[in-house]
């Protein structure tokens, strides 16, 4: 049978997983039909070797991948195929146990709103009795579900668990008891992914779910990754699982966002650019996946971001609305009134910060 080598052009490091977790959904369906992927940083390039019948076929593989497209599909003898894999001053090799599938690894995520905002809203004592009574809550019930802390910090809560079963009963334990408590706006979610160790999930994957959370769903709605199989049954919320391209998609869209929202001369046609996706299909896959527009979204995380600025350094108004990616400290000001109920000039006095 022919051997093919597949060529993806990566821009950055996420482009750079799915292509890598691509390879290795392929690897696990094809087994020895795929021989080997690795990464040439040199030609910010993936390659992988697979034996298949000729190229139509490869195109088929990547019908129901969401904007993963092959850049190269190149015919090669067993020779080339040897000096491939041997020659390692020019490739690098991918095959580290950091990537391997990992079939057992579910996170339990809880996002709860800017602490200093619920304190102005509901009194520091109040929000301080109700935290602390949430993490009572989380370690009560823990151990006897099999359950792990991985960080539990004011604002984000990471549980590591082994057991589907006891993942979903946990959560649902758990939802039912925050969502008793009405002065915590919190936001859930359950991850997993066959395809990449904790280690990688919790660098990589985890803090762009945080950074999402709070426009994917809302209080009621419990976040399920594209990987998580099993069926989740909860009285009181409703759950939003992602599909593959959904989900492929949000991690190229926070990616993209992480590394421009500061930038006050990036634009919707830049966006466009930075995801290799048209102005109409960029606008309906946001639109659907977070119910509104590039634009707002653009604009909503540059709020989020000043929000915790304002929250943590002693910037003054002006530079922080500046390292937010607004032009204007003027505009900046109205749309975080209108965002958060407050000014930043208010939430800076409370926190002390000067300006």
């Known amino acids: 049978m022919p051997i093919y080598m597949v060529q993806h052009i990566t821009k950055n490091i996420t482009t750079i997983n799915l292509a890598v977790a691509f390879y290795l959904k392929l690897k696990n369906k094809f ?47 067993n020779n080339l195929v040897y000096a491939f894999l041997n020659n390692q001053q020019r490739i690098k090799s991918i095959q580290p146990e950091s990537i391997t599938p990992n079939n057992h690894t579910i996170f339990l995520m809880i996002k709860i709103q800017n602490i200093k905002l619920l304190e102005i809203k ?17 370690n009560n019930y823990l151990n006897s579900y099999g359950g792990t802390q991985i960080n539990v910090s004011r604002n984000e809560i990471v549980l590591l668990f082994t ?21 915590l706006n919190f936001r859930v979610a359950l991850y997993t992914n066959h395809y990449y160790s904790k280690e990688h999930i919790l660098a990589q994957k985890i803090p762009k779910l945080f950074n999402s959370l709070f426009f994917l769903c809302n209080k009621n709605q419990f976040l399920v990754s594209s990987d998580f199989k099993q069926s989740i049954l909860t009285e009181k919320t409703e759950v939003r699982k992602l599909n593959t391209k959904q989900e492929n998609f949000l991690f190229l869209l926070m990616d993209t966002l992480e590394r421009n929202f ?70 900046f000001s109205n749309c975080f009134k209108k965002k958060f109920g407050i000014s930043p000039r208010e939430l800076a006095l409370s926190s002390n910060l000067a300006f």
């Not at 697979?50 to 076929?57: F, P, V």
């Open 262 to 331: 500061s930038n006050a001369n990036f634009s919707v046609q830049d966006f466009c650019q930075d995801m290799m996706m048209s102005k109409t299909k960029l606008y309906r896959h946001c639109k659907s996946l977070t119910g509104i527009s590039v634009n707002e979204l653009l604009r909503n995380y540059r709020l989020k971001k000043a929000l915790t600025f304002l929250s943590q350094n002693h910037d003054s108004i002006t530079q922080i609305s500046i390292n937010s990616g607004f032009s204007s400290s003027s505009y």
């Open 122 to 138: 509901f009194g520091q004592k109040k929000i301080n009795r109700a935290f602390i009574n949430t993490k009572s809550i989380i």
């Open 163 to 183: 057991s589907y079963e006891k993942a979903i009963n946990y959560s649902n334990l758990i939802l039912k008891k925050l969502l008793k408590k009405e002065n």
């Open 31 to 77: 087994h020895k039909k795929c021989i080997n992927c690795w990464i040439d940083y040199k030609k910010n390039s993936v390659f992988y070797l697979i034996k298949i019948i000729n190229k139509e076929a490869i195109k088929q593989l990547y019908l129901k991948s969401f904007n993963l497209i092959p850049h190269k599909i190149t015919a090669v003898n």
